[in-house]
C-alpha cells in the first residue's frame, strides 16, 4: 500500500439511518461519490460479502474493476461499518487495489459522524505524488456534496465537479468542511491501523474472477 493512507471526515446533520442508506445503496452512492460511476452489486446472502462491478468514466478512458464489501449494522456503541476491497487489471488506472472501510458514529444530538480510512498500490508509480493527494480531496469534496443533500440541500446532480470554478458560491461543496486526519492525528499516517476486523476477512476481488 502506499506511503500516506487516505483519511476524510465529516459531520453531517442527519441520522444514520439516512447517511446509511445514501451510502450503501448503488445507485444512491454513484450520485455524491465523484470517484464512481456506476456500481453493479452481483448479489449476495443476508450477512455475506457483496461482490460488484464499478466503472470510472472520464472523457479518455473508462476504467472497470471489481470489488468485495460487507456491511456491519450492529456495534456495542451504536455505531455501524462497511468494509471494502477494490481493484482493477487496467493498467491505464492510478488505483491498482486498494482497501478500506466506512465507519458512521452517531451523535448525541442525533447527527452522524461518517469516516473513511482507505489505501491502495499505486499503478502510476512515483506520479503517484500527485494522484494522492487528488484522490484525496475528491473523497472530502464528495463528502461535503452528500452532507449538503441530506440536509436538506440541492441534489447531488446540482453540484457537478465544475461548480468548484464558481468561488462565489458559498453554498458549494468544498472539501475544506472536512477533517482530513483524525483529531489528535495527521495525514501521513496508516489510517487503517481502526479498520473494522471484517476487512480482514474480504478476499482480493480480483482473484476471484
Keep these: 500500500m502506499g506511503t500516506r493512507g487516505i483519511y476524510v471526515e465529516i459531520v453531517i446533520d442527519a441520522d444514520l439511518e439516512r447517511v446509511w442508506a445514501a451510502t450503501q445503496d448503488p445507485e444512491q452512492h454513484v450520485r455524491w461519490d465523484v470517484r464512481f460511476s456506476e456500481i453493479v452489486p452481483e448479489g449476495a446472502e443476508d450477512g455475506a460479502p457483496t461482490h460488484f462491478r464499478y466503472v470510472r468514466r472520464s472523457p479518455l478512458h473508462d476504467v472497470h474493476g471489481t470489488g468485495v464489501s460487507i456491511g456491519e449494522r450492529r456495534r456495542p456503541d451504536g455505531s455501524r461499518t462497511s468494509a471494502l476491497r477494490f481493484g482493477t487489471v487496467d493498467r491505464l488506472s492510478p488505483i491498482r487495489a486498494g482497501r478500506g472501510y466506512w465507519r458512521y458514529v452517531p451523535t448525541d444530538d442525533g447527527r452522524t459522524r461518517f469516516i473513511t480510512g482507505y489505501d491502495y498500490d499505486s499503478g502510476w ?67 487503517l491501523h481502526d479498520a473494522p476486523a471484517t476487512l480482514a476477512t474480504l478476499p482480493d476481488p480480483r482473484g476471484d474472477r
Design 125 to 191: 508509480g512515483p506520479l503517484d505524488v500527485v494522484v494522492r493527494p487528488l484522490l484525496g480531496w475528491a473523497t472530502a469534496w464528495s463528502f461535503d456534496r452528500l452532507r449538503i443533500w441530506l440536509e436538506g440541500g440541492p441534489a447531488p446532480e446540482a453540484w457537478p465537479l465544475t461548480s468548484v470554478l464558481q468561488p462565489w458560491r458559498r453554498d458549494r461543496p468544498r472539501a475544506s468542511r472536512t477533517l482530513r486526519a483524525p483529531a489528535g492525528g495527521t495525514r501521513r499516517t496508516d489510517h
